[in-house]
């Protein structure tokens, strides 16, 4: 759950642990080292410091800090025996969250009667969240007829955990074949499979363990996997395929393609399955092995068949058979026209025309790609290249005819044309057809990355956005706000993570509701889900709207932000963008790759810093918001010292140093708005592109 480390937890404890140490530690100042060792995970230090430093440990704050270390280390027994002795000095809300923790701690001990009351008195002190607790209530009563009836009057959004306890509930009054019938959401599939086997239903438990593998939390993927390795195997070939993916969406790909070769070679052979199998030999390295796998899969016909054709075509270069790839790629933008992938091969095909000097089929390669496929993001890029070539001939006539054909279709590309088309009027001497069009740009364009160049190039001011006004938010908006923090208060992770799924995926809101839902949630730490809120809002207000804009491009953190861009020298609003575009300020965000944190920063890379930082690390700290930024902004500080310019060191940040070096080597190194267009690997221009643009809004949306 978003919120659970401090954001200036790690700094926290690297400032007052010499001061600890030394004895010279007030008694504030222990409280703040072990809550922030607590936030870091660090529970048994964190006890260790309040028993070694303060001498009453039954005041609220130190009663309340042990408990909660007692609960992190899996003491539940104790921490609920403490949690109760801190409600006992509290009242009010406080009171009843700390009813809530005792009951939660109790339960996880296996001692449900001593859950019950403290539940209870939590329902009481909470009305915003009783109908919650009365879910809890519900599992540890011994009532079943009553616990039926109050979990019939559950919150919306809590539909999984009412089958879970009405499960317990049958299972506890002996009736396990109902507890299995009862437990219908994918996400409790492993552990109705369990129950099914406990019974000696083998048909509903294998129902349920495929069930769990075609589920959308990954963690249900998993527990699947390991039901199906503990004697659930496939047995028929749809089951292969189910268990495959699984597989490859867990991260297994080797198990994936040993099920998969086995099933190919005991006859299982539909397009779809060789075509599967020709990824996985592809992403293992065996490049012909999958080349002979995708061949029988093209054989076969159909959509996946048709995939197969062209990802054969795109392989057959990597054995030493370029010129047969390029005739098959070719070859596929004529029989499968239709198909999403044939302008692509057609301008790759355009492209290697273009590297191998044969101008004239080169771009008459390109014109086909832009006449056929008109608003193909290819056309795009096939206009671009023909509008550079004719430039490279001094020829502006035919230069600004293809910019002006993907303007006028409004292609992926239509803001550089429209960009570059002004500026060739400037070479031509036009500076007023330049200035119009750059205006023209700005205001079609006004939060991209074309409108921002075009704005700087015509000298026109920077987008103002006034400050939000303060306005009321919506009863049920507050209503679903306080609820959850109070479910975070009393650390209900599961029930907090429902609420606000349910509001993102069910809930239907007006426009005005969600923008304030949205920042409501951005400012509790469930970012990305705020950011979606905010996007779709923006779909009936306003990007205009400086409340939608906030919330489309939120800046929590930002007096620790500022602090770090203070400390290495850098421009903050160039830091908030960057992270903006990195992880949408997620603290523990993943990417596929392995990066992680804030920054994503990889393992290796962070390490690298800490050691020159001279900064103890580990691996756990990645995902710590301020220990990740602290070395993320250092690297960011070091790149831009190493390349003195803003775009290569953005490059490098996404891409490395090594492809940045030949980039640099390109003669449009000279001009930053043609070298950004250059950069040949997509992903790193769109995040150049991004991270510059995001730059300008941060400024304009957060004033000094």
């Given at each position: ?87 006992a ?13 005792a ?10 009667y ?83 086997l ?63 070769r ?53 392989l ?43 101008s ?40 600004a ?77 507050q ?56 996007w ?47 992880s ?31 900064v ?8 710590v ?64 592109r ?15």
């Amino acid at each position: 759950m978003p919120g659970t480390v401090s954001p200036g937890a790690w700094h926290t404890a690297r400032t007052l642990r010499p001061v600890a140490a030394e004895g010279s530690a007030t008694l504030v100042e222990i409280l703040a080292l072990a809550r922030a060792e607590l936030a870091l995970g660090r529970s048994a230090e964190a006890r260790r410091l309040v028993a070694a430093y303060a001498a009453d440990t039954l005041r609220p704050p130190f009663l309340q800090l042990i408990a909660a270390a007692a609960h992190e280390s899996g003491d539940y027994e104790t921490a609920g025996t403490l949690f109760l002795q801190a409600a006992a000095q509290a009242a009010g809300v406080r009171r009843g969250v700390l009813y809530a923790r005792a009951g939660d701690a109790f339960e996880r001990a296996g001692d449900r009667y001593a859950a019950l009351a403290p539940y209870e008195v939590a329902a009481t002190e909470l009305p915003q969240i009783s109908s919650w607790l009365a879910i809890r209530w519900a599992r540890v009563t011994a009532d079943a007829s009553r616990a039926l009836a109050v979990l019939r009057r559950a919150p919306l959004g809590a539909e999984r955990f009412v089958e879970q306890a009405r499960a317990e509930i049958l299972l506890a009054a002996g009736d396990s074949a109902a507890a299995v019938a009862a437990l219908t959401r994918p996400e409790l599939a492993p552990w109705a499979a369990r129950l099914a086997l406990g019974v000696g239903d083998s048909a509903s438990a294998r129902e349920l363990v495929y069930r769990a593998l075609a589920a959308r939390d990954r963690a249900v993927v998993r527990e699947g996997i390991a039901l199906a390795a503990g004697g659930m195997a496939p047995r028929s070939d749809e089951e292969r395929i189910v268990l495959v993916r699984a597989y490859v969406r867990s991260g297994q790909s080797s198990a994936a393609l040993d099920l998969l070769r086995a099933a190919v070679e005991s006859g299982y052979s539909t397009a779809y399955a060789l075509r599967v199998l020709g990824d996985l030999e592809r992403d293992a390295g065996r490049f012909r092995a999958a080349v002979r796998v995708y061949e029988e899969s093209a054989a076969l016909g159909g959509d996946h068949g048709a995939v197969a054709a062209y990802r054969r075509a795109r392989l057959l270069p990597s054995i030493g058979r370029a010129a047969e790839g390029y005739r098959a790629l070719a070859e596929f933008a004529e029989q499968h026209a239709d198909h999403y992938m044939a302008p692509r091969a057609l301008y790759l095909v355009a492209e290697r025309e273009r590297r191998a000097s044969r101008s004239v089929v080169a771009d008459s390669l390109y014109r086909s790609v832009a006449v056929r496929w008109p608003q193909d993001e290819y056309a795009g890029r096939s206009r671009l290249t023909l509008a550079a070539r004719a430039l490279a001939r001094r020829d502006t006539t035919l230069a600004a005819q293809w910019y002006g054909e993907e303007v006028a279709v409004e292609g992926h590309q239509w803001g550089a044309a429209a960009y570059l088309l002004a500026r060739l009027d400037v070479a031509r001497g036009d500076s007023a057809a330049a200035r119009a069009g750059w205006e023209e740009l700005a205001r079609r364009d006004s939060l991209g990355y074309y409108g921002m160049r075009a704005r700087q190039a015509a000298g026109l001011p920077a987008p103002v956005f006034a400050p939000p006004e303060e306005r009321e938010v919506a009863a049920r908006v507050q209503r679903t706000l306080e609820q959850l923090d109070l479910l975070r208060a009393a650390t209900f992770t599961e029930e907090a993570e429902a609420l606000v799924a349910y509001q993102l995926e069910r809930a239907r809101l007006p426009p005005v509701e969600l923008v304030d839902l949205a920042a409501g949630l951005i400012d509790r730490g469930w970012l990305s889900q705020g950011v979606r809120l905010g996007w779709r809002a923006a779909g009936s207000l306003t990007l205009s709207d400086p409340h939608v804009v906030r919330a489309v491009f939120p800046w929590p953190m930002r007096e620790l932000i500022e602090a770090e861009a203070l400390e290495y020298g850098l421009d903050p609003y160039l830091l908030a963008a960057l992270i903006r575009q990195e992880s949408t300020f997620v603290p523990d965000a993943t990417s596929r790759a392995g990066a992680r944190g804030l920054m994503q920063l990889m393992p290796t890379t962070a390490t690298w810093i800490a050691r020159r930082l001279g900064v103890e690390w580990d691996e756990s700290l990645l995902a710590v918001a301020d220990a990740n930024l602290h070395l993320g902004s250092a690297h960011l500080s070091s790149l831009l010292d190493t390349y003195d310019r803003l775009a290569p060191a953005l490059a490098a940040y996404n891409a490395g140093a090594r492809p940045v070096a030949r980039w640099l080597r390109y003669p449009e190194a000279r001009d930053p708005f043609r070298w950004v267009e250059r950069i040949p690997y997509l992903e790193t221009r769109d995040y150049v592109r991004a991270v510059l643009r995001n730059r300008e809004l941060y400024r304009a949306l957060y004033p000094p």
